[in-house]
């Protein structure tokens, strides 16, 4: 499978994460995921030293994928909102031991049973804890099919990089959609550096323990610490983002996932109409890619969040930007997806309502022109 | 002098924490012993229980992997499941593996995963305090059965391996107990069965051992003994549930 290949983004994952290494797919069903299990079933028939189990649930599944990881397979799992909470508890022990491993969430409305509908209301749960305890998973959040394939494979490297669960957030139009994809060049399992914290067999090295349980005080509170200076590496190792039609933007629309696809349209039709607005995309969403935002901020007038919930990216959006411009949220939770017209009208109205005045644009233009001096 | 009786190699050279007169001390030994007959201290890997073993990676000289409470059958599976050739085995109290776990066990009985589980039944949470258990048995006081367990408000105590014996991928459970020199013999032996059947690849194996906790029991070890043998084996007949070559 070289070259460009069309295909829906759960089969993306699936092919992406055999190619990244990953022998170990442990799940359990859910819509709208199931054909990723499907997938991983079919090719691990195939191959003699993969392994396939559909657990009898997703505790079950995201504790056969820690006892995988404890082995030193690249493991997945994946599942849909429901699903993914019960899979906190794991989540949980998979960051206090430091394991890797890799969870799909396609997510889908809720809260409870909610529908299969494509939504993004689980972002509080995947960036700010959702099991117990102080940890963080990496989150990343594709937008096309291409992101999806390239995620993958960074998310298992990221995942072995730091001992840390790493987690995949898409939804289920993401995972249905069929778009054009390159693959990365797959990586031999055998030639991936080797991990010296395995649990094989103590074979003519000491015994080693994989524990989550520290009874003494100081050492949970060395263990909290240690975890804290790790995530204060990976927020300046791997935030990133799209920054689309910034330049001389007074409005920007900050949106992720399938809901960032659509404000581009969004942004598009706005500029047809002349307004100068333009996009910026979290592609990490844990870290958050604070930074750009922040300097962005300094020069804008407003900025919409737009979220396929009723509003959780905004409070990092607000963070990010301290009070240097006005923050407003648009919203469509429980499965609806919004149109790029009524983004455009979002946009357009937000636009009128900042005002003739815009201090804040002159300014920023100001400060473009003496970059620009100062460049050439 | 000739050595008669030494440590296993398969155990550290660290003092227990457990209660005296408790069974887990005793269990472990026989455990140690049977990897290091078996010659696989080597090839093995355990995964403790939440519960008063919480801490058997102190004990075992062998790679050891925590799991969430209940979860070790599960957690085991993945380790097995990545390492066909490597011993597996779980070592659970009866909170773990029959109340909050009792799925991932029926389930990797009945897939017929190649591990194998020692399946410490001592009728009470103890490290949580003494509160009822799902074999907590009829009568039996504890801190949140006050009275007594009685069916009606409490139900009855849950017999795991006879569940587990029906599951068609399980080869050889049997219940026995660490209450007297006999029962302790007879432990052993099944133990070894219990990981023979693993080296042997066919299948999922259990040993329940009944086992004494004077602690939450409010009994000397003596009386603890006792009532193991005269109160509990009425609840837990002590045989062989099931045994397929
Ligand atoms: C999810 C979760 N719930 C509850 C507990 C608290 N807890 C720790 S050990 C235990 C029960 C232990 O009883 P048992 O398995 O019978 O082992 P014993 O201590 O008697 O050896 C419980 C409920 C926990 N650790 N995790
Ligand atoms: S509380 Fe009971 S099970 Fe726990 S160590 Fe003491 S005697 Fe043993």
């Keep these: 499978m070289s070259g460009k290949v069309l295909m829906r983004g759960t089969h993306v994952l699936g092919e992406a994460a055999i190619r990244s290494g990953c022998r170990a797919y442990f799940g359990y069903p859910i819509t709208p995921q199931n054909e990723l299990p499907e997938y991983m079933a079919a090719a691990f028939a195939k191959m003699d030293d993969a392994v396939f189990v559909q657990a009898e649930s997703e505790l079950a599944s995201i504790n056969m994928v820690m006892g995988a990881s404890i082995a030193g397979a690249r493991v997945m799992t994946s599942s849909s909102s429901p699903g993914i909470s019960l899979k906190q508890e794991g989540i949980s022990y998979l960051a206090g031991m430091e394991l890797p491993a890799v969870i799909v969430n396609m997510m889908r409305g809720g809260p409870g049973l909610g529908n299969i509908a494509p939504a993004q209301g689980d972002y509080f749960q995947a960036t700010k804890g959702g099991g117990h305890g102080d940890y963080r998973l990496i989150v990343f959040a594709p937008a096309y099919g291409q992101e999806i394939a390239d995620m993958t494979r960074a998310a298992f490297d990221m995942a072995d990089k730091y001992r840390n669960p790493v987690m995949i957030l898409g939804d289920g139009m993401m995972g249905q959609m069929m778009e054009p994809v390159v693959f990365p060049e797959p990586v031999d399992p055998a030639a991936l550096p080797k991990k010296e914290w395995v649990l094989d067999g103590a074979k003519g090295r000491p015994s080693r323990i994989i524990r989550s349980l520290w009874l003494d005080t100081a050492l949970e509170e060395e263990l909290n610490w240690r975890l804290v200076r790790k995530y204060e590496r990976i927020t300046e190792e791997i935030p990133d983002q799209e920054i689309y039609m910034c330049d001389d933007a007074e409005l920007i629309i900050v949106a992720y996932g399938t809901a960032a696809r659509v404000a581009k349209g969004g942004v598009h039709r706005a500029r047809e109409m002349g307004l100068k607005v333009g996009l910026y995309r979290p592609k990490t969403l844990w870290p958050f890619p604070s930074g750009p935002l922040a300097r962005l901020s300094r020069t804008l007038e407003h900025i919409v969040v737009f979220e396929m919930s009723t509003g959780q990216m905004v409070e990092d959006v607000r963070l990010a930007v301290e009070g240097r411009c006005n923050v407003s949220f648009y919203g469509r939770p429980g499965g609806s997806v919004a149109t790029p017209e009524e983004i455009a009208r979002v946009l357009s109205s937000t636009y009128h309502r900042m005002g003739s005045r815009n201090h804040k644009g002159s300014e920023a233009h100001a400060v473009r022109d003496l970059s620009r001096r100062a460049a050439g | ?245």
């Excluded at chain 2, 029906?166 to 080869?171: I, M």
């Excluded at chain 2, 007297?180 to 023979?196: H, S």
């Excluded at chain 2, 000397?220 to 009532?227: G, I, R, S, V």
């Design chain 2, 1 to 245: 002098m000739k050595k008669i009786f030494s440590r296993p190699e398969s155990l550290k050279d660290a003092p227990f924490h457990y209660c005296p007169g408790c069974g887990h001390s005793i269990i472990h030994r026989l455990v140690a012993e049977v990897i290091d007959e078996l010659g696989i201290r080597e090839q093995t890997v355990g995964v403790p229980p939440a519960g008063c073993a919480v801490l058997a990676y102190n004990y075992f000289d062998v790679d050891m992997a925590e799991a969430p409470h209940g979860r070790a059958a599960a957690v085991a599976t993945g380790i097995k499941r990545i390492l066909p050739d490597r011993v597996v085995f779980t070592y659970q109290g009866d909170g773990d593996i029959a109340a909050i776990g009792t799925a991932e066990t029926i389930h990797a009985a009945n897939r017929g995963e190649r591990i194998t589980a020692i399946f410490v039944n001592n009728a009470v949470y103890g490290m949580t305090g003494g509160q009822m258990a799902p074999t907590t048995v009829l009568g039996q006081v504890t801190t949140t059965s006050p009275g007594g367990r009685v069916p009606l408000r409490d139900g009855h105590p849950l017999d795991l391996s006879e569940m587990l014996g029906v599951a068609a991928g399980s080869v050889y459970i049997e219940r026995t107990t660490v209450s007297n020199p006999k029962g302790i013999m007879r432990t052993k032996k099944a133990i070894k069965k219990a990981f023979m059947a693993q080296l042997e690849n066919r299948g999922f194996a259990l040993v329940e051992i009944l086992s004494p906790c004077p602690t939450n029991w409010k009994m000397t070890p003596e009386q603890a003994t006792k009532w193991v043998d005269e109160t509990m084996t009425k609840f837990f007949p002590l045989k062989v549930i099931k045994d397929v070559a």
